[in-house]
């Protein structure tokens, strides 16, 4: 009876990766190619909306580097619009312009891809529920956060 619980168990445990969101691999911007003008777009506030507009989600992707990317500064109360938000340490920009948020295991927990003139949140269903706009804004992050 026990063996067949620890079987289980591990069984359980060697599964349990498996559910999480496997990113393609992207190779990061080489910044230093990039026009300064574009790559200093990228920097500033940025806002997570659904697609109603009332759940919001504001951030600031920051120059400064950070273990795992760059700094990133996620205003409070995130976590309640988007439950994600509270496990992102720090950000990364890759190739076509995407950006990653990723955690303090420096593992990539959302993806904002731009296939078109807007941004396309991609990760774990529940992740990424209710996340309709990645919009670079204007003002401080925290303002009109819900």
């Known amino acids: ?3 067949g619980f620890l079987l289980i168990a ?8 498996a559910f999480g969101f496997d990113f393609e691999p992207v190779k990061p911007m080489d910044v230093k190619a990039v026009n300064p003008a574009l790559l ?5 506030a940025w806002e997570i909306r659904d697609n109603s507009g009332k759940r919001r989600c504001r951030i600031e992707l920051r120059k400064d580097s950070a273990i795992g990317g760059n700094q990133v500064a996620v205003a409070p ?14 950000w990364r920009l890759l190739q076509n312009w995407t950006i ?6 420096r593992k990539t927990r959302l993806r904002f891809e731009t296939p078109d003139d807007r941004y396309v949140a991609l990760g774990a269903p529940g992740d990424i529920a ?5 919009l670079k804004i204007r003002g ?4 009109g956060q819900k």
């Open 1 to 3: 009876m026990r063996r």
């Open 10 to 17: 591990l069984t359980a445990g060697l599964i349990g990766p």
């Open 40 to 44: 200093s777009d990228i920097y500033g």
């Open 77 to 90: 109360g995130c976590d309640k619009a988007f439950p994600a938000m509270g496990d992102i340490a720090a």
């Open 100 to 105: 990653d948020l990723v955690d303090p295991l």
């Open 130 to 134: 209710g996340m309709d706009n990645f």
């Open 140 to 143: 401080k992050p925290g303002a």
